[in-house]
């Protein structure tokens, strides 16, 4: 992580959470739920997913706690490169996407 991100700042979310502690509250619960282990999807999976949305919004603590939490759900290096390269790959096909806008744009 660079000076800009740094993992000692995770230890600030109780000051975050108290500072909004209605909203706080109210993420902390979306949150667990989407975590949960007992749901259709197994923690692996969503956590490779995780992972996979972490590395298109470049966000590094969600990229180093998805990490630490797809391993610990048994997860290996390989599915973590491979989530890597599907979220590659939708990111590219995003830029795609938005080349085809700005053609239908330009033909204005």
Known sequence: MSDY????DLGRVPELLALAPVEGKAFLAFNHSVE???????RKYRE????GVAFTTQCAYC????????????ASKEEIAEAAFVAAA????????????SLRLADR
């Open 63 to 74: 990229i180093d706690t998805h990490t630490r939490q797809a391993l610990e759900a048994g």
């Open 90 to 101: 939708v990111r590219a096909g995003g830029t795609l996407a938005h080349a085809l806008l």
């Open 5 to 8: 991100q740094n993992r000692a």
């Open 36 to 42: 949960r282990g007992d749901g259709a999807i197994p």
């Open 48 to 51: 490779l997913i995780a992972l």
